[in-house]
Each structure stands twice: as structure tokens, then as C-alpha cells.
């Protein structure tokens, strides 16, 4: 700090300023009580949290330390109204005031009370509260989980009522039920029982109790915590919310699968009265008796009046026994009478039969018959085939001499209108008309000054007959 010529102001520099500004206010204000609402909340990933308290008409920056945010005992939200203590001091890089805040509490039960209807529509929007998320209590679990207090009356009462309704395998997962940490543990107890195995070392619950006693709205403030709501409602085991006395509400009621008024409910709820079963079972059981026996007592008589109808079966078996005495007696003499008949038809065809000696003997005599005959008919056949040669011949001489040939070497056959052959010229002159016959047809022809008065068809060649030998006309 320097004094310039001619003035008494000193000369500060900017961090001098700071550093001066810094202890002025950290005196004068050394320990602060401040009621606002907490606006623009942020978790710094250092675990410092950060945010801003404001009112009609200012607002003021705020910073929580990581160590004093895991000692706040709740979780600040925006919008929350709050009385928070601490140091008021400034942040001379950005030339700033803010407030150290080392406690944090809620400005009143209203105050609370809309923090907690805020949550519980936000957490109630995303379906934590569905009731198609309910699971169905088991009838009768095998083991039961208790998350409370191991010193407290509350797990007493439970095991009592378990005792006298119907004793169990109960396991306790000891937490905090208020307090800084209770959120926390009663969350991780949860998942922790969730996370047992099937047939593992510690058996795993078939249904959970979350149980506290009762308290004020403070007092219950874990079990209204998000971190504690979500855990319940992802739970894979059906959990009982049992916190406080039945006029108590927290926010892992709606997310539980059943509320119970208190702990010693929830006991009840979870397992049947051994003694009720037991009557329920002994009076199924007479009950299941008297209708079998009146079942079968029902059919027995109306055996009895079935049998009545149907006579005496010794005597029904000795009637059948007799029936089939005569069906075989008359079997075998059916069977002899047959074989006779069949002897006697064999017999008969026997005497029809001629003997194979006479048969052979009568093949053998056509046979030599036969062997006689057999010259003679060689001896016809070679006269037979001389014949055929001879007519062969005869047949090709005949047709050397057939007036085919000649027509096929350009000559032609004249006869009349009616066929019949002219031999000379005066014939065929008072002849009307003549037929000029070649080797491949016949032609009409006229002679000289005489005209058709209609020209007649001409006739086709007639055919060959059927032998090789020709015909002259």
C-alpha cells in the first residue's frame, strides 16, 4: 500500500483489496444462521457440493465441504427451504461473496412436508408406485429377512409374533434407523439380501420386513429418502414396509409391496396362524373322509342293486360250461361225419380215374400208329413240293403269254363300249364308240363322222386278279 503526492488515500492493489474485503467480512460475520431456498443444487465430482440460497429479494452463493455433506443427514433439493449455519467469507477470483455452510435443517414441518409431497409426485411419475410393480406375498416363506435396529423393541416384537404364530428362519440385517447414515445402510440392506444366491451359504429370504418404530416426522426422514424409496421398489423380493405406528406415513409405504401399520403387523402378515392351518387341515381332513366313505358306501349299494339284476354267476358259468360240453361233443362228431363223406367222394373219383398203365399203354399204340403213318406222309409232302414247282413254272410261262406285256411295249387292246374285243376295222368302224385299253388305263374313243351325244366316264383299269396268272379281256 503506497500514498501518492498531494492526497492521504492509500493505494491498494487489486489481491491487497481482496485479502482486506476477505478479513473484514470473515470478522464481522464469523458464524451465520441463514433461512432461504435452496436454488441450482450441484455435486461437484469432488464430492463438494454447491449451490445458491435465495428470497424475494437476494440471493447468495453457498458451498458445502465434501466431509460436512456426508454429516448434513439429508439431501438438498431445489426448491427446499432451509435454515443453514456457517461462515460467510469471499471469493476473491471472482470477486464474490459466499456462505462456508457446516449444518443444514429444514425450515419447519411445512417446509418438510412439501419436500416430501414434491418427491412423492416425482417418484409417483416415474412408476415407483405403480400397483402392477406389487408383488404377491408368499404363503408361507421359508426364510425371513428384517432390516431394523439389533437393539431395538421392534426386532423383539417380531420374532414374538413370529414365535406364536408360526416360527421361522429369521434373519436380521442390523442398520440405523435415524441419523445420517440410516438411508444409506437401510438401502444397501435391501440390495444386500437381493443379492444373496439361491442355495448359497446364507439362504436368501423369500420375503424382507423394513421395520421401525415410531417417531417424529424428523425422526423418519431415512425411510422418505430417494436413495431407500428406489431400493425398495427395485427389490426382486416381496418387501413389508413396517415404519412407525399406523398413523405414520413414509415414502417406502408406496413403494413397498405392503404397508403395515406397525411391526408386530407386518409379523402377522407375513406367516398364517400355525394353529389355524392345523384345524383347517384336520377338518379338510374329516371333511375328505366323510366323502369318501359316502362315495363309497354310494356305490356300494348301488353295486348291490347292480348284482341283484344280474343272477347267480356260478350259475351263468355252469350254464356256459355245459353249452360248451354239447358244442364239443357235437364238434367231434361233426368231424367224423365229414372225414366219412370226404372218404367216400374220393373214392368215387378214384374208380373214375383210368390207370396210368392203361393210359400208357393207349399213348404208346397211337404212337407206333403214328411212326407207321409217318413214310407215307414224307413220301405226299415230296410229291407235294414237286407239284409246287411244276405250278411255279406253269404260272411264269402263263404270264410270258399275258397281253400285259405286250401293252407295256406301246401297243393297245380295242373292244367296244362294252368291253368286248374288235378284231378287225370294219367292226370298229359301225361301232359307236371304242375303249382303247394301255398297260396304265383305258381311253373312250370315237371313230371317224360319229359324235357322242355324252361323253361317257372314263373307266378306271380293272384290278389284277389275284393269281399270277393274266387275263386276256
Not at 66 to 86: F, H, N, Q, S, Y
Not at 130 to 152: D, H, M
Request: proline share 7%.
Amino acid at each position: 500500500m503506497t500514498e501518492k503526492p498531494g492526497t492521504n488515500l492509500p493505494e491498494f492493489t487489486v489481491g491487497d483489496l481482496a485479502r482486506a474485503l476477505k478479513r473484514t467480512v470473515e470478522e464481522a460475520f464469523g458464524y451465520v444462521r441463514v433461512r432461504g431456498e435452496i436454488s441450482q443444487p450441484k455435486r461437484h465430482s469432488s464430492g463438494h457440493l454447491y449451490l445458491r440460497l435465495k428470497d424475494d429479494s437476494a440471493v447468495i452463493e453457498a458451498v458445502c465441504w465434501r466431509p460436512t455433506v456426508a454429516k448434513l443427514g439429508m439431501v438438498p433439493e431445489d426448491g427446499m427451504e432451509v435454515i443453514v449455519t456457517g461462515r460467510l467469507t469471499t471469493y476473491p477470483t471472482r470477486s464474490q461473496y459466499q456462505l462456508i455452510i457446516e449444518s443444514m435443517t429444514l425450515a419447519g414441518e411445512g417446509a418438510l412436508l412439501k419436500m416430501l409431497e414434491d418427491r412423492k409426485r416425482r417418484l409417483a411419475a416415474e412408476g415407483l408406485f405403480a400397483p402392477e410393480r406389487k408383488k404377491k406375498l408368499p404363503f408361507l416363506p421359508q426364510v425371513i429377512g428384517v432390516i431394523t435396529s439389533p437393539t431395538g423393541a421392534v426386532i423383539r416384537d417380531i420374532l414374538h409374533r413370529l414365535a406364536d404364530r408360526f416360527p421361522r428362519h429369521v434373519l436380521l440385517w442390523p442398520v440405523a434407523v435415524q441419523g445420517e447414515q440410516a438411508a444409506a445402510q437401510v438401502a444397501n440392506a435391501i440390495a444386500g439380501f437381493n443379492a444373496l444366491k439361491a442355495g448359497g451359504p446364507v439362504p436368501r429370504p423369500d420375503l424382507i420386513i423394513v421395520a421401525r418404530g415410531g417417531g417424529s416426522l424428523e425422526d423418519l426422514m431415512a425411510f422418505n429418502e430417494e436413495v431407500v424409496v428406489r431400493a425398495a421398489a427395485a427389490s426382486a423380493i416381496p418387501l413389508i414396509s413396517a415404519v412407525g405406528h399406523e398413523t405414520d406415513t413414509t415414502l417406502i409405504d408406496f413403494a413397498s409391496d405392503l404397508r403395515a401399520p406397525t411391526p408386530t403387523a407386518a409379523a402377522e402378515l407375513a406367516v398364517p396362524v400355525r394353529a389355524e392351518l392345523l384345524a383347517q387341515l384336520l377338518d379338510l381332513e374329516r371333511r375328505q373322509f366323510r366323502g369318501l366313505t359316502r362315495g363309497i358306501t354310494e356305490r356300494r349299494s348301488r353295486l348291490d342293486g347292480l348284482a341283484r339284476g344280474l343272477g347267480d354267476p356260478r350259475a351263468l358259468i355252469n350254464e356256459r360250461a355245459q353249452r360248451l360240453d354239447e358244442r364239443g361233443e357235437r364238434l367231434t362228431l361233426a368231424i367224423t361225419s365229414l372225414t366219412e363223406r370226404g372218404r367216400t367222394r374220393l373214392e368215387r373219383l378214384a374208380a373214375a380215374i383210368r390207370h396210368p398203365r392203361e393210359k400208357l399203354a393207349e399213348a404208346r399204340a397211337r404212337l407206333a400208329a403214328e411212326a407207321r403213318a409217318l413214310p407215307t406222309a414224307l413220301r405226299n409232302a415230296a410229291k407235294l413240293e414237286e407239284r409246287r414247282v411244276r405250278l411255279e413254272g406253269l404260272g411264269q410261262l402263263l404270264e410270258s403269254y399275258s397281253y400285259k406285256g405286250v401293252l407295256a411295249r406301246g401297243f393297245a387292246l380295242v373292244g367296244d363300249s362294252k368291253h368286248r374285243p374288235l378284231t378287225s376295222a370294219a367292226a370298229a368302224a359301225v361301232a359307236p364308240a371304242l375303249t382303247l385299253t394301255f398297260h396304265d388305263g383305258e381311253v373312250v374313243a370315237y371313230p371317224a363322222g360319229s359324235a357322242p351325244t355324252a361323253p361317257p366316264k372314263p373307266r378306271r383299269k380293272a384290278p389284277e386278279p389275284p393269281s399270277g396268272q393274266g387275263s386276256l379281256f
